[in-house]
Structures are given as structure tokens and as C-alpha cells.
């Protein structure tokens, strides 16, 4: 799904020293002295020394864990429903359109790092013209200190205007939102096969079909009718499976950075390619090709690509993974498409073999149609589910990060829409207003960096940030609040997947027309044709507006069939 990463770190782009990872303090210091601040909220103190070094080359073990983030981020359940996808495109429309969907993608996350670091090097430039004595390792940190802050929603705002940045956030909140109810779902959906007899048959394989009446809603003997599909004695059950992972969940909370998942997202994607592996196994168990497939299904070919533009639902994350790959950026465009292409593989290959195999009666989670009572595929089952718990926290990172930033920040009137919001565990400040810094006198600007450098003693970090024009506003939140609001939005997502268990499939659609295709598609478009109008020719502004003008008529047709499916309940 790219947030208002709590990662992000803010200094000066004259080695003030830095704001570092929440919980923990801020400290700005001289090369030998220190300066701590501390808190109510946090007794940690972590010192740093003000001199700049060099990134080193990233190891082998951050380029995987970095590599591994990527695949979590684009990859959760999405690949157990794609068999149910291509039953509502065909075979050569789901081929046509997945690999159109994952170029489509790839393009517009690399437009969108482009495009970021183009504006972070207008920035360096004008700089480097208002002050004359910028030296290398100045222009080093400032860079790499903007790399790390300017988030998805302030690219927005800074290239668009406010207005995007309220859209971004907005649809991250959606889109993450959505998607890690489907997780849970998937959680579900994965302990009903575990214990049959201790949940009902009552798997959901309601039809959407969008033609001249929008829509016609059936269902199969053995589903359950929409206006019935709130079974009471059966979700209290389901309340049950969804209380299992939520205090793993809530533990996850503790970490505040997308880095500090990679140890996570290696072992999800560990157990995610043993699942996978083990799935098509029983999948390819007397394998034959069904009659029952059709090449081009017309009429529900809109819920396909909702589907599909969920189904790459890591872009929302795209922004602090490289914010938080430091050392290893300039790996950052091979390692996104390589990612890319590593999903899209696995998603064409279940949703060929999967929709050959079972044909238009495939189940909206393939491993409903994989027939139970082995023992082997129980384990199966649970590796998965160990998969989905573990790509959890990446997902859901985005949306708490977004959801705080109003509540806390916005809402509560501390910092307003013209600053890049900079949350922290125990302070918000913002990344420099260039505007207000290029209005100090160059001469004025120089002596204070000058004078600072030649200082021997700790000296009021405070009045040196806001000399050289960084609005420091300050909030303190205590850490009890930050918890009580993620486990309160943790929990609203286990309640809700409970009262739309058998949608799973829809969801996607859902989250695809709400979410996605905004972040994946829209957004990326208007920052290139914003950012760099007068320097592209008409083929590229072509494409752009043709990019737009798709995702607004998929997300507007899909919206029109959930409103009649809604009215028709």
C-alpha cells in the first residue's frame, strides 16, 4: 500500500544532528559533547555524534530483507483469489489484463521515486545557489535527510497541492485498511477448514454480474443469502479465531519503522513461498483442465481489475521502503521491479492453474476448493495463515501512521496542512519550509552556520532550527495514547471482517476501486504531469491522462455495481 513514515528523521542540512526513530529521545549534539533531550513519555537516551560518515554498501542481509519487504508489501492473500478473478475476466482477458495491471504498477511506483527525487534535487540546487559555502557533505545529509522525510502525502501536497495530500491519506487509510481485513478473513476462512465440524458450510460464492441491469445477484444451494449472511451463533465463533492473532498483533505495534519489520517480512516470506509451493502441489494433485472456462467474460470484467489493482497492494509502502533502505537506494528500481515481477509470476500461475483446474465454480479463496482430509494440507493451511499473520503488521503500519497523523496532529489543531508532518512518539516537527529559509539574507545564513561550527560548547539547538527557518512546533503524545489507538484500530478490523466473512473476493474489488487505484495509478500520474509538464513531450502526457481516465472508470463502474448489489439487499 506510502505513509507519513514514523522513521522519519529531521536534520539540518548543516549537521545539527538528528530526530531519530520514535520512543526514541531527540538529541542534537556537537562532534564532542552531547545534548539530550528527554521526555515524560520516554527514558531512553541515545546519543549521536554530529559529523557526517559515509553510507556504507548495504549487505547481503539488508538487500534480502529489503528485497523480502517489497514481496510483503505486493503480495498478502491477494494470490488465493486470483483463480476467482479470472472466472470473472476468462482466461485470455485475466492473461491481457494482469500483465497490463503489474507493468502498470512497476511504472508508476518508479514515476513516483522519480519524480521525488527530482523535486529533492530542485530543492539541493536552489540551495546550493542561495548558499555559496554548501560543501559536498552538507549536500550529502541534506539530501539524504529529505530522502528519508518527504513522504508520499507531502510529495502530494508540494508537487499538487493540499488537496492530494487529504486524498493520499485518505486512501491509504482505505486501501490498508481493507486489505488487512482480508487478512483476517483469510484467518478465518483457513480455521473453518482446519475445523469443519466445528463451523457450518457456509462459504459465500455470490455472483456479481455488471451488464445492461448492472447487476444480478445469485446464489449457490449452499451460500447463504445476502440479506442473510449475518449468522449470529456462527460469528461468535469467528470472534473467537480473530481473537488468536491480535495480541501478536498489538506487539507488533512496538515497531515503529518499516526497517525494523524485515526480520518479519523474511520469515512471512519464508513460510509465504512454502505455502505457495505446497498450494500448487495439491493443486497440480490429478490435474485436468476443466470444461467449464470461458476466454473473455465481458460482463464482470470490472470486478477483475478491482481485484487485481488490490492485488498489487504494496505502493502505499513504497515511499518508506525507500526512505528506509539508507544505504542500499541506489539498488532501490531493480530490487522494486524484480519484487514486481516475482509477484506478478505468482499470481498469473494460481490464477491460470487455478480457474483451468476448477473452472467458474472456483471458490473466492482457493484453498476452499482443495479438497480436505490429508493431513499434509492441514499444514498447509497453517503455514499460510503463519504467512498472513507475519505480513500483518507491514500492511497495517500505513494506516495507523495516517490515522495518527489526524487525530493527534491535524485534528488537534498542532500542525496544519502546509507542513510536512514529522510524528514522533514524543515530538511533531516539521522538515524545513525552503520557502521561509530562502527569505533569510545569505550573509546572515552563512555567519550562523559559520559561528556554529567554530562553537566549542553544547549550544540552544532550538533557536539554530528555527534561525534557519524549521518551524519547530511541538506535541507531546504520550506513548498509552499511541497504543490505545492501534489496538482500537487493530481490533475494529478483526470486528469487521467477522460481519463480511464471505466476501473476501469483493473486498478486493472494494478495496481496488476505494483505495489502489488512487495510490497505484491516479496520484503518481498527476505528480508527473505537475512536477515536469514543461520538460515531457505528448506521449507521455498521453499517457498519463490515459492512465487517469482507466482508473477513474474502473474504480466509478465498480462503485456503481456495490451501490445496486447494496440496493438490492
Not at 317 to 339: E, G, T, Y
Request: charged residues 15%; aromatic residues 14%; proline residues 3%.
Amino acid at each position: 500500500m506510502e505513509t507519513e513514515s514514523n522513521e522519519k528523521s529531521i536534520c539540518s542540512s548543516y549537521s545539527l544532528g538528528c530526530y531519530q526513530h520514535p520512543s526514541k529521545i531527540t538529541d542534537i549534539s556537537m562532534p564532542n559533547d552531547t545534548y539530550s533531550i528527554n521526555t515524560e513519555y520516554s527514558d531512553i537516551e541515545i546519543h549521536h555524534e554530529i559529523h557526517y560518515k559515509d553510507e556504507n554498501e548495504a549487505s547481503l542481509f539488508c538487500q534480502i530483507g529489503d528485497f523480502a519487504n517489497m514481496v510483503k508489501a505486493f503480495i498478502g492473500t491477494n494470490y488465493m483469489a486470483l483463480p476467482f478473478a479470472f472466472a470473472k475476466s476468462g482466461l485470455v482477458a485475466g492473461i491481457l489484463g494482469l500483465t497490463l495491471i503489474a507493468f502498470l504498477t512497476n511504472h508508476c511506483s518508479q514515476v513516483l521515486i522519480n519524480c521525488k527525487t527530482k523535486y529533492i534535487e530542485s530543492i539541493i540546487c536552489h540551495e546550493e545557489k542561495k548558499v555559496h559555502e554548501l560543501k559536498e557533505t552538507d549536500r550529502k545529509i541534506l539530501k539524504s535527510e529529505l530522502e528519508k522525510n518527504i513522504t508520499y502525502s507531502d510529495l502530494g501536497r508540494l508537487i499538487i497541492g493540499p488537496w492530494a495530500a487529504h486524498l493520499i491519506r485518505i486512501s491509504i487509510i482505505i486501501s490498508q485498511y481493507l486489505t488487512v481485513v482480508g487478512y483476517f478473513i483469510f484467518i478465518i476462512h483457513s480455521i473453518s477448514n482446519l475445523l469443519p465440524n466445528y463451523f457450518p458450510n457456509d462459504k459465500n460464492n455470490t455472483t456479481i454480474t455488471f451488464g445492461i441491469t448492472l447487476s444480478t445477484i445469485y446464489t449457490s444451494q449452499n451460500s447463504m443469502h445476502l440479506n442473510n449472511f449475518i449468522d449470529w451463533p456462527s460469528h461468535l465463533k469467528y470472534a473467537i479465531v480473530v481473537m488468536i492473532p491480535l495480541p501478536f498483533f498489538y506487539f507488533c505495534g512496538f515497531f515503529r519503522t518499516v526497517r525494523k519489520l524485515s526480520i518479519i517480512s523474511c520469515f512471512a516470506t519464508i513460510f509465504l513461498l512454502f505455502g505457495i509451493v505446497a498450494v500448487l502441489r495439491y493443486l497440480y494433485k490429478d490435474y485436468s483442465v476443466t470444461k467449464d472456462f470461458n476466454y473473455f467474460e465481458f460482463n464482470t470484467l470490472p470486478i477483475f481489475f478491482g481485484q487485481l489493482t488490490s492485488s498489487f497492494e504494496g505502493i502505499g509502502c513504497i515511499l518508506p521502503i525507500h526512505a528506509s533502505m539508507n544505504n542500499n537506494r541506489k539498488s532501490f528500481s531493480w530490487l522494486l521491479s524484480l519484487a514486481i515481477f516475482f509477484v506478478y509470476c505468482i499470481l498469473l500461475l494460481f490464477g491460470v492453474s487455478g480457474y483451468l483446474r476448477y473452472g467458474t465454480t472456483v471458490d473466492q479463496i482457493i484453498i476452499d476448493s482443495v479438497e480436505m482430509g490429508n493431513v499434509s494440507i492441514y499444514i498447509v493451511i497453517i503455514t499460510l495463515m503463519i504467512s498472513v499473520i507475519l505480513t500483518y503488521p507491514l500492511q497495517v503500519f500505513p494506516c495507523i501512521e495516517m490515522i495518527e497523523i489526524y487525530i493527534f496532529t491535524w485534528l488537534s489543531g498542532v500542525c496544519d496542512d502546509m507542513s510536512l508532518l514529522c510524528y514522533k512518539s514524543n515530538k511533531t516537527i516539521q522538515v524545513p519550509d525552503y520557502n521561509h529559509i530562502n527569505n533569510a539574507p545569505p550573509d546572515e545564513y552563512t555567519n550562523l552556520i559559520r559561528d556554529f561550527r567554530k562553537a566549542e560548547n553544547t549550544i540552544e539547538p532550538t533557536k539554530i532550527l528555527k534561525t534557519l527557518g524549521i518551524i519547530n512546533r511541538t506535541v507531546q503524545i504520550p506513548f498509552y495514547k499511541r497504543m490505545i489507538l492501534q489496538i482500537v484500530i487493530i481490533t475494529s478490523t478483526a470486528v469487521v471482517s467477522i460481519f463480511i466473512v464471505n466476501y473476501f473476493a469483493y473486498l478486493g474489488a472494494l478495496t481496488g476501486a476505494l483505495g489502489a487505484s488512487v495510490l497505484s495509478f491516479i496520484i503518481p500520474c498527476l505528480i508527473e504531469l505537475s512536477l515536469r509538464f514543461n520538460d515531457i513531450n505528448c506521449c507521455i502526457v498521453l499517457k498519463n491522462v490515459t492512465i487517469i481516465i482507466f482508473s477513474i472508470v474502473e474504480s466509478l463502474i465498480i462503485l456503481v455495481i456495490f451501490a445496486e448489489m447494496s440496493y438490492s439487499v
